[in-house]
């Protein structure tokens, strides 16, 4: 079972924007490499952070709206959210220890 649920256009603001705490949205494709690449990261890093931010993954190809919302050009994009605004963008693909240095204010 994954630890990092999907969300869409129509769940976003419910799942990311009103969330108690921190939001991660992996904004992916399934053609995309890099994408498939760092799924595993991802999921390592929400079994291991999961308590302080919560992850989830945002299909681009399907969810057009929050995509053009956000200006994202480029994908994998993360995106960070905090208290419903976007606090942090990082575009292209990371290693788990480029996550956990370019989040650790929020990883604790």
């Known amino acids: 079972m994954s630890n990092v649920p999907a969300v869409t256009d129509a769940t976003f ?3 990311v924007l009103a969330s108690d705490k921190p939001v ?3 904004i992916w494709a399934t053609w995309c490499a890099p994408c498939r690449r760092t799924e595993p990261i991802i999921e390592e890093l929400a079994a291991e952070h999961g308590d302080k931010v919560r992850f989830v993954k945002l299909d681009a ?3 057009n ?3 053009t919302r956000y200006g994202v050009v480029s994908i994998p994009t993360f995106n960070l959210y905090s208290g ?3 606090v942090k963008s990082l575009v292209g693909a990371r290693t788990k220890p480029q996550f956990l240095e370019e989040l ?3 990883l604790g």
Do not use: I, P, R, S
């Open 84 to 86: 419903g605004e976007l």
């Open 61 to 63: 190809d399907a969810n």
């Open 24 to 26: 991660l949205v992996d």
């Open 13 to 15: 603001e419910a799942e």
């Open 65 to 67: 709206e929050t995509v």
């Open 104 to 106: 650790g204010e929020y």
